[in-house]
Structure formats: structure tokens, C-alpha cells
């Protein structure tokens, strides 16, 4: 047996994803794809213009984007801190993912 890093459920040693979340399990030796995109610059934009969601239109995560650009509008500038922890969480998390799905390198 083997538990998903995403949820902690455990699963099956030949799960190929978890039952409960659908992450899918990435096994030592098995091609992962990278995406094309830089973690560093989508880190920075969501820091610098986050209150924007530039970082995440830059991901592809376009629906989080808006959903930041408008608390920011609504909130008269006060939801922008969303985008600078954004952006903090996005340059620590090495597996960090575009929208397709592949992680982003530094």
C-alpha cells in the first residue's frame, strides 16, 4: 500500500491515481513532463502584480486570475495581499503546476 502525498488516503501499490482526490501517482523512473513556462516569473508577476493575477493568466490558471483581479477591485486594493502570498507559495512550491498540468521548473 502506498498513501497520496496530495490527501494522505491510501491506495493501492498499483494505483495509478488516488481514489479520493485523482492525483495521479508519479513513480521513480517514469518521464515527467515540464512545462515551458518559468516558476521564477510566474513567482515574481503574482508577487509584484498580483493584486492583477498576472502570474496566474501566466500559469494559464485563468479563472483563479480573475477571481484575484476582482477581490482586488472589490475590496479597494485589500485582497491584493492574496496575489503577494500567491506568488510566495508559487516560488516554494517545487511541484507548482501549470494549467496542463506540468510542473514548472525554476
Do not use: P
Not at 496530495?6 to 501499490?13: A, F, L, S, T
Not at 502584480?49 to 498576472?54: H, M, W
Not at 511541484?95 to 498540468?101: E, M, V
Amino acid at each position: 500500500m502506498k498513501y497520496c502525498e496530495n490527501c494522505g488516503k491510501e491506495c493501492q501499490d498499483n494505483a495509478q491515481f488516488c481514489d479520493k482526490c485523482g492525483q495521479k501517482f508519479i513513480y521513480q523512473g517514469e518521464n515527467i513532463e515540464y512545462s515551458s513556462k518559468s516558476r521564477l516569473a510566474c513567482g515574481l508577476l503574482q508577487i509584484f502584480l498580483g493584486s492583477l493575477g498576472v502570474g496566474r493568466f501566466y500559469s494559464g490558471h485563468t479563472k483563479i486570475a480573475i477571481a484575484q483581479l476582482l477581490v482586488s477591485i472589490f475590496t479597494f486594493g485589500v485582497g491584493s495581499i492574496w496575489g503577494f502570498i500567491d506568488g510566495i507559495v508559487i516560488l516554494t512550491d517545487e511541484k507548482f503546476t501549470d494549467s496542463q498540468g506540468k510542473i514548472m521548473k525554476m
